[in-house]
């Protein structure tokens, strides 16, 4: 518990915070100490975040940390941390969170930059969970590599709203929060320097499009290993926001598609108006760069003088040996002839699906033209290859039952077209799609 001078004292293991039983210390920050605990009435893990007296004691910061109680409770999304409960215990107040598995992006980048691929895989997560929390009027204000955690799963969340701003009051219930809590004076610098919007840095009213800044400056470091923005200081890092570009990215060494580059240019705009305008619309750009980014690993790879078919090979083994398998699989009750040939694919397995019956392909491969992914179907042992207009983007495909159809993923949204080519329906929104299987109702 605290000392008798307010400053905080690691909490023993067996310590009780009414049903929480502290387990041991996961971290501390400015406005907290972490640790793992036992919820002894539901039998499960949990986190627990505790403010220390000495910070108790400061109504601001207790009005902060009541803050991000409220505004995470708010939320329900997969990419933000679940809040499960709030008290006080011999006068410590506590944060009841879920209990994480995996490392933060923070730690992740200790190890170097992070392929593009995945780079795009996070970014779609992180802006998916900030467009859910903008949705309900709440702007992080502190996004960077600490506040991002990488589950052992895969999945992205989001963590820390300590420094949440409500934007619109009115979209949440005036039982849970009230614009008092929220609202920051003006002229009030809130944030952690190398990763504030220009307009955090001069203390101004800031909204969503703060958060894309910030998006901004945590995708360029994801992608380089190097801040955005950078000074000995913390005042001469601010300056550099305000009044420096980022650098330019060698996107070549990096690979790194030129839409991809733009997207990352685009949340990093000093005056908000030029922005990305919603984490939604930030969505939608970074789903059309998977297929240009494919293209870029391929130009890549020609300029170190090596065979252009090679990025492909791996890949490309893949529809071989699926192809091999149904083919070993049908000799039990047929003789058919033997067939083998090659698919040139981009580096994503989940990029090829079969037909139910075993007699059709379906792949994404980039475009010779535009560069961007486009679907194409393939009788297994044929040499015919029907190009699907309008499927560019596209990811992830999979099959009808009856062949006649193929579903697949592009720009945010889940779509379908015949097989044999035609018009392409939208069917939903789907902003991070990963396959999927067709009902009978079609």
Known sequence: MPCDNGGPMPLNSGTKLGPYEIQAPIGAGGMGEVYRARDTRLDRDVAIKILPESLARDPDRMRRFEQEARAVAALSHTNIVAVYDTGTHDGVPYLVSELLDGETLRERLKSGP???????????????????????????????????????????KLIDFGLAKLDRPDDLTTATFSAAQFNTAQGVVMGT??????????????????????????????LTGNRA?????????????????PPEIDVSRFK????????????????????????????????????SQSSAVLRATQRRGLPSWLPWAL??????????????????????????????????????????????LVYAVPDEASGANILKVQPIG???????????????????????????????????????????????????????????QG
């Open 193 to 222: 320097a190398a990763y504030m919007s220009p307009e955090q840095v001069r203390g101004q009213a800031v909204d969503s499009r703060s958060d894309v800044f910030s998006f901004g400056a945590v995708l360029f470091e994801m």
């Open 315 to 360: 890949a490309g083994a893949f529809a071989v040996l699926a192809a091999a398998f149904w083919l070993v699989a049908r000799s039990h009750t047929s003789h058919a002839e033997r067939m083998e040939f090659a698919i040139p694919m981009k580096d994503e397995t989940g990029n090829l699906a079969i037909s139910a019956d075993g007699r059709m």
């Open 114 to 156: 992070i392929s593009p691929r995945r780079c795009v895989e996070f970014a779609l997560q992180i802006a998916d969970g900030l467009a859910a929390a903008h949705s309900k009027g709440i702007v992080h204000r502190d996004l960077k590599p600490e506040n991002v955690f990488l589950t052992a799963g895969g999945r992205v």
């Open 229 to 245: 923005f950078s000074g000995q200081s913390s005042i001469e890092t601010m300056n550099a926001i305000l009044k420096e570009d």
């Open 382 to 440: 044929s040499d015919t290859v029907t190009a699907l207009a309008g499927t560019e983007g596209a990811t992830y495909p999979f099959f009808s039952p009856d062949a006649q159809y193929v579903g697949f993923y592009a720009a945010g949204k889940l779509k379908k077209i015949s097989a044999s080519g035609g018009s392409v329906q939208v069917l939903a929104n789907a902003s991070s799609g990963r396959g999927g299987t067709w009902g009978s």
């Open 256 to 291: 790194i598609a030129p839409d991809l580059d733009r997207v990352l240019r685009h949340c990093l705009e000093k005056n908000p108006a030029d922005r990305f305008q919603s984490a939604r619309d930030l969505a939608f750009a970074l789903s059309a760069t998977s297929g």
